[in-house]
């Protein structure tokens, strides 16, 4: 029942259409809001003019206080979903002020005071009211106490629904079920073939659990498996053991079936990844795995692994100008085995396409850490998939797993607590151990302090740090920067970029930006990315590397040899995307070129007047190095301590993108205040 009333039916009806009308225009919103976007304000006017009381039929009565709640939920949603976000839970904003000026002393006269928002009881009665059930089709959709817009809530359950169908499929019974079906016998025969030391450790296995077995044997009875971890945990070794598996098992299967040698078909196997980069990255990972297991797999077996990786749009093949893919339910991919890496950077929508458009047969094996930065857009399919902590596996899943790995406790994040059915949690493995980042290393121990939170520890590592490097330079693998930004980066300029116009190959120069990228949480302001390249091109000129007359006014003309660029939006039709890097490259006669590395590992050559909109990228931010890494990462943060954008999931993703070498420019308390902060994305893709 509602908590206001109006009596007269004519008064209410006039009184309830006044939701926009609180406010004059939007720079009359944006002087009460705080944060306010003219997209939020439309985005709310819009709608609560097309949802509103007065045109439903509401059994309860309101007046214009419940139409400015209405106004102001809509704002709020509009916010969360720019800040990628897929729903606005109601108790996230009730009983609270919003958009309230923090920056500012409330006191002060044009102090944005905000809206405060009724408490659930109210807001979930004043919603009611509206006709939100997903049956309705209207725009916005309320569904278990989260506001939608209908687009997104329809992407969450469409993915939501396809995880469970494969969550179910996957049930271990299901192959001592099926006589045909290879046995438990043969899975067991498969994991001890590619983990012999397994097999000779089987007094110790409670005590030294081989997370990549686990994984392996986990996947390997699935239709749907996530290999989530740090940096250099091997999930990329793991997951290429874990094809060869399914290659073992395929033709195994093909033999039960009576097929002979020549007839048997290898499973067809996509890799894929988001961007071009990662798309490269993994390519490489796996070609290098392939030919480190030659010898211990038979090479009929190694033979049949794809080692090309493409991105997610190449495969689902995109149709320039219009955001549909070539690819979808009624144009299916023929795929047996599709691999998605880096899947923390695949949004929402992306994700339900992918799967929208693969076979039901088709095996599908995420690999990701979900402690990165989620994706830019709507969504965190990864986190919201495997969430830490783990809830433990199933009864029927640790049977399974003991059956063929020989463990009989799997203990993760320290609980040996048991989801009591069967569910999707069953399909996640955490690899634990970084084969990159020795106990000892600095930057592996920063990355997990920071990622727990543990602000005191992260400054003591990094203080300490710095003091060994000055004792042993050779050693240290982390420092912290101070003092004037230019007097650090001259020579860190001097080392690593002021080569590049020196390589004779573009494909040198490629290998030589590879090593070393300065980044930044944000675009703007001293420390920020547009400022840090304007310094280094400074540097550069000062070093003789730019001409003076690139510095002119002319675009065409600032243009020179050997400057790194990242593109900033899409171009399908000459396949290249946002948050591609090249380099401007002089061709064999002597022309300008923009030069990209393709995810096949070839060179495409680009008249730089045919680009999309691009930056110089000597510095980058944060957000678009997902999917990359360097030897040296040198990572400035912004002076102001409440920098919103800062997290620890931020400063995670920054730290790890360092192989070697980690030096970090930041103040104590911006240190502390980023490590304070999480990032943690509003959604109701749980799949159980
Ligand atoms: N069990 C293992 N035994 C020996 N070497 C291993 C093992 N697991 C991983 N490695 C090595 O550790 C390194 C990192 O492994 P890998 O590239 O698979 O990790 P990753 O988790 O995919 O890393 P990234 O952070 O790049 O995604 C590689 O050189 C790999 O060969």
Known sequence: MAEVTVNNAKVKNTKLDQGAECYRSFAHAAQHLAGLQAVDYFFAKELSQCLSFAKCKASAEYDSSAAHQWLHLLIALSVSLRDGHSCLPITAVAGKRYFVDSTTDATAPLAANGFEFADVKRLTNLLAQLPLEARQQQPIVLSHGRLYLRRYYQFEQELKQVLQARTLTSAPQRNSEQASTVGLTEISAIIATLFPTLASESDSRECDIDWQAVAVANALNKDFAIIAGGPGTGKTYTVTKLLAALIMLNQLQKCLDNHSVAEQVAPRIALVAPTGKAAQRLSESISNAVQGFRGSIADQVLDLIPEQAQTLHRLLGVIPGQVNFRHHQDNLLAVDILLIDEVSMVDLPMMTRVFRALPASCKVILLGDADQLPSVAVGSVLADLAPRPHPGYSPLNQHYLAQVTGYHQLTIDHSVSHQEHYSAADCVTFLQKSRRFDGEGGIGKLAKHVINGHYHESWQLLQQSSLAKDAQPASGQLSLLSGDIKNWLAPLVAQYYHDLSQCAQVEDAFALL??????????????????LNAMVMELLREQGVIADNRFGQNASSRLYASQPIMITENDYRLGVYNGDIGLLWRNASGHLMAVFENAQGGLQWILPSRLPTFDTVYAMTIHKTQGSEFQHVAMVLPEQKDNSLLSRELLYTGITRA??????????????????????????????
């Not at 590879?514 to 400022?531: E, H, Y």
């Open 514 to 531: 590879a090593k070393f990228r300065i980044l930044s949480s944000t675009r703007k302001g001293p420390q920020g990315v547009d400022s």
């Open 659 to 688: 192989k070697q070498q980690l030096s970090i420019a930041c103040s104590q308390q911006v240190w502390q205040s980023g490590v304070s902060q999480q990032v943690k994305r509003y959604s109701g893709l749980t799949v159980n």
